[in-house]
């Protein structure tokens, strides 16, 4: 695992030079996603065109988020000629390892238009507390 998730092969530089190049390989389902900090919260957007909501999963582990999910496949229809099929399906799973804890009981997360938006406040630390010495 990178700072930034799961790499899909390991190689950061080599993978976001030539995206399109594990796909070609056979690499399954990858949902877009975009991760950002905004007004003391994090923010995940993942684009999840044909996901059921039921088939989504989030865990909030500390400072580890994780997004899971599976994309049934079309069914082909028989008889007919593809020219191109480029749909894609399959299971999924992204974690993010974010600078600071998120708070679980805050994490609010919304889908809609096949648009997962995530918003994952901050934990609030524990202030220093000055102890004073009896006697």
């Not at 065109?49 to 899971?68: A, N, R, W, Y």
Request: charged share 40%.
């Amino acid at each position: 695992m990178t700072p930034y998730g799961r790499e899909p092969m390991g190689d950061v530089r080599f993978d976001r030079l030539w995206p399109e190049w594990p796909r070609q390989w056979g690499e399954e389902y990858g949902p877009s996603m975009d991760l950002y900090e905004k007004d003391g919260k994090y923010c995940l957007t993942a684009e999840l065109p044909g996901v059921q909501k039921d088939d989504i999963s989030i865990t909030v582990e500390g400072d580890v988020v994780t997004l899971s999910g599976k994309k049934e496949s079309t069914k082909e229809e028989k008889g007919a000629n593809y020219y191109v099929s480029e749909s894609r399906q399959g299971s999924f799973s992204r974690s993010f390892r974010l600078p600071e804890k998120v708070d679980e009981k805050k994490v609010d997360a919304r889908f809609k238009d096949g648009v997962l938006t995530l918003e994952l406040p901050v934990k609030e630390t524990e202030k220093t507390r000055k102890i004073e010495i009896k006697g």
